[in-house]
C-alpha cells in the first residue's frame, strides 16, 4: 500500500491529487519551484521541496533533482501529473529503478504509447479501426508522394513522438509536400528532439472524441464513457463535455470496447486516456494519452469515480473498485477551461459554487501566476440532467467567476458556450474558429 506520494508537478494538478491523498490518509510532499513556494499545493502539501529554479528546465523537467528529492523526503511512490514528465518513458524507468513506485504505466508501455507511428501499428493490431495512412515513419519525400497520390489531398503530416499540435501540418496540394515535411520535421526535432514524421488522411472537420480508461495490474480494465474535446484553439482544448452530442448508444458500446481491447493486450495499469477522430459517422483512433488528463474532472462528474484515487490504488498494487457492469454514466457534465492570458499577482479571487458546480484552481487572493509555465490556471465543471440545463449552469458558474489582478479568458468561454453553434451540438474541431468569425476576433 501507498503511505507517501511525491507530486512531480504544481498548479491545479497538483492540489487535486493532494486533496484525493489526504482523503486516502495519504501523506503528500509536493515538487516546487522557486516561482512556486508561495502557490496552493505547497500550503496544502504536508511538505514541498524545491526542486529548481523557476524555468521548467531547470525545475519541473529536471529528473535527478525530483528524485532526488522523493527518496530524501522517504516517499513511497511518484505521481507525476499531465505535462512536464508524465508521459516520458525514461523518468519512469528512474523512478523505478531508484524502489519508488511510478504511478502510471509502465516504462515499456509509456514508450510504445509515445510513439505515435506504434502506437497506431499496435492499435490496428487489436482491431482498433485506424485512419487511413502511412504504415510506420515516411523516410522519405518520395515515398510521401507515391503515398499521398494513392490517399488523395488533404493529408495531415504528424510528428511520431508529437503532442499539443507540435510537428502537426496540413498539405492540401502536392507543391507544398516537400516544404511541409521539411519544416515539421525541424519542428518535430526542436520540440522533441525526434524529427519523425508519418502521414494520414485529413479528415475534414472531425470531432475529437476521447474515452476514458482505468486498468490494474491483474488485468481487469473498464472504461469510463467518453468527453467530447472539439472546441479547441491551436490544437489545445478549451471545452470538454459528456456525452458526446454526437455519439450513439451503439458507437460508445464500440468505441469502449475497441479501447479496453487495446489496453488489455498492451498491458496498461492507471489511468488513461484513447483518442479518436469521428468523422460520418465512424471513429478512427488518434492516439493515447498514457497519464491522467487535465478534462478528467468531466468523466468524474458522471459517474461519480476518483480517477485519481484509482490510479494510485493500481499502482499499488490493488485491483480496480468496480467493475465494467457497475459503471453507471449519469446526465450530462461540461468544464471550461480558464487560461491566464498574462501573469502576475491575483488581487481577487472568487470560485463559483452552487448545485453540481466544481472549481479545480491553484488561485486564491494574492497567489502568482508565474509566466514560465502553462496558462491554465483553473477548470470550472458542472455537472446537469440534460445538455441544455449543463449550459445554463456553465454560464452562471462563469458569471460568478472573479478572478482580477491578471487577465483570464472568461469572455472568451461564455462566448462559446452561449453560442448557438456549440448549443446546436453539430460542430467539428473547426467551431471556434467559426464562432469568432461570426463575431470579430477575441
Known amino acids: 500500500m501507498i503511505r507517501s506520494v511525491f507530486i512531480a508537478n504544481r498548479g491545479e494538478i497538483a492540489v487535486r491529487i493532494i486533496?484525493?491523498?489526504?482523503?486516502?490518509?495519504?501523506?503528500?510532499?509536493?515538487?516546487?519551484s522557486e516561482a512556486d513556494r508561495t502557490s496552493l499545493a505547497v500550503r496544502m502539501a504536508d511538505e514541498a521541496v524545491?526542486?529548481?529554479?523557476?524555468?521548467?528546465?531547470?525545475?519541473?523537467?529536471?529528473?535527478?533533482?525530483?528524485?532526488?528529492?522523493?527518496?530524501?523526503?522517504?516517499?513511497?511512490?511518484?505521481h507525476p501529473g499531465f505535462g512536464f514528465l508524465s508521459?516520458?518513458?525514461?523518468?519512469?524507468?528512474?523512478?523505478?529503478?531508484?524502489?519508488?513506485?511510478?504511478?502510471?504505466?509502465?516504462?515499456?508501455?509509456?514508450?510504445?504509447l509515445g510513439d505515435?507511428?506504434?502506437?497506431?501499428?499496435?492499435?490496428?493490431?487489436?482491431?482498433?479501426?485506424?485512419?487511413?495512412g502511412s504504415d510506420g515513419a515516411v523516410e522519405d519525400v518520395a515515398q510521401a508522394r507515391a503515398l499521398v497520390r494513392e490517399m488523395g489531398f488533404p493529408v495531415i503530416v504528424k510528428a511520431a513522438a508529437g503532442g499539443g499540435g507540435k510537428g502537426m501540418?496540413?498539405?492540401?496540394?502536392?507543391?507544398?509536400?516537400?516544404?511541409?515535411?521539411?519544416?515539421?520535421?525541424?519542428?518535430?526535432?526542436?520540440?522533441?528532439?525526434?524529427?519523425?514524421?508519418?502521414?494520414?488522411?485529413?479528415?475534414q472537420n472531425p470531432r475529437h472524441v476521447e474515452v476514458q480508461l482505468l486498468g490494474d495490474a491483474h488485468g481487469n480494465v473498464v472504461h469510463l464513457g467518453e468527453r467530447d474535446c472539439s472546441v479547441q484553439k491551436n490544437h489545445q482544448k478549451l471545452v470538454e463535455e459528456s456525452p458526446s452530442p454526437v455519439v450513439t448508444p451503439e458507437m460508445r458500446k464500440a468505441m469502449g470496447e475497441a479501447a479496453v481491447r487495446l489496453f488489455k493486450g498492451i498491458g496498461y495499469v492507471g489511468a488513461g486516456t484513447v483518442e479518436f477522430l469521428v468523422a460520418d459517422g465512424r471513429f478512427y483512433f488518434m492516439e493515447v494519452n498514457a497519464r491522467?488528463?487535465?478534462?478528467?474532472?468531466?468523466?468524474?462528474?458522471?459517474?461519480?469515480?476518483?480517477?485519481?484515487?484509482?490510479?494510485?490504488?493500481?499502482?499499488?498494487?490493488?485491483r480496480l473498485s468496480l467493475t465494467q457492469d457497475e459503471v453507471r454514466l449519469d446526465g450530462y457534465a461540461l468544464e471550461c477551461r480558464i487560461n491566464a492570458l498574462s501573469p502576475g499577482k491575483v488581487t481577487a479571487f472568487h470560485a463559483p459554487?452552487?448545485?453540481?458546480?466544481?472549481?479545480?484552481?491553484?488561485?486564491?487572493?494574492?497567489?502568482?501566476?508565474?509566466?514560465?509555465?502553462?496558462?491554465?490556471?483553473?477548470?470550472?465543471i458542472v455537472g446537469a440532467s440534460t445538455r441544455e440545463e449543463g449550459i445554463a449552469r456553465m454560464l452562471r458558474a462563469l458569471d460568478e467567476l472573479v478572478v482580477e489582478g491578471i487577465t483570464v479568458?472568461?469572455?472568451?468561454?461564455?462566448?462559446?458556450?452561449s453560442h448557438p453553434i456549440f448549443r446546436s451540438g453539430r460542430f467539428g474541431t473547426d467551431v471556434l474558429e467559426k464562432i469568432l468569425e461570426e463575431g470579430g476576433q477575441e
Open 19 to 32: 486533496r484525493t491523498c489526504k482523503e486516502m490518509g495519504i501523506r503528500t510532499v509536493v515538487a516546487c
Open 50 to 78: 524545491c526542486v529548481g529554479p523557476p524555468p521548467a528546465s531547470e525545475s519541473y523537467l529536471n529528473q535527478s533533482n525530483l528524485i532526488a528529492a522523493a527518496v530524501l523526503k522517504g516517499c513511497d511512490a511518484v
Open 87 to 112: 508521459e516520458r518513458a525514461d523518468f519512469a524507468r528512474r523512478v523505478r529503478e531508484e524502489g519508488l513506485v511510478f504511478i502510471g504505466p509502465s516504462p515499456e508501455v509509456i514508450h510504445l
Open 116 to 132: 505515435k507511428v506504434q502506437a497506431k501499428e499496435t492499435a490496428r493490431k487489436y482491431g482498433v479501426p485506424v485512419i487511413p
Open 169 to 203: 501540418r496540413i498539405v492540401w496540394k502536392e507543391e507544398d509536400l516537400e516544404r511541409t515535411l521539411r519544416i515539421a520535421s525541424q519542428e518535430a526535432e526542436k520540440a522533441f528532439s525526434d524529427g519523425t514524421l508519418y502521414i494520414e488522411k485529413f479528415l
Open 292 to 318: 491522467i488528463q487535465v478534462e478528467h474532472p468531466v468523466t468524474e462528474m458522471i459517474t461519480g469515480v476518483d480517477i485519481v484515487r484509482e490510479q494510485i490504488r493500481a499502482a499499488g498494487g490493488e
Open 353 to 380: 459554487a452552487g448545485f453540481k458546480t466544481r472549481i479545480d484552481s491553484y488561485l486564491y487572493t494574492g497567489a502568482e501566476v508565474p509566466a514560465f509555465y502553462d496558462s491554465l490556471v483553473a477548470k470550472v
Open 409 to 417: 479568458n472568461t469572455d472568451l468561454q461564455k462566448r462559446i458556450v
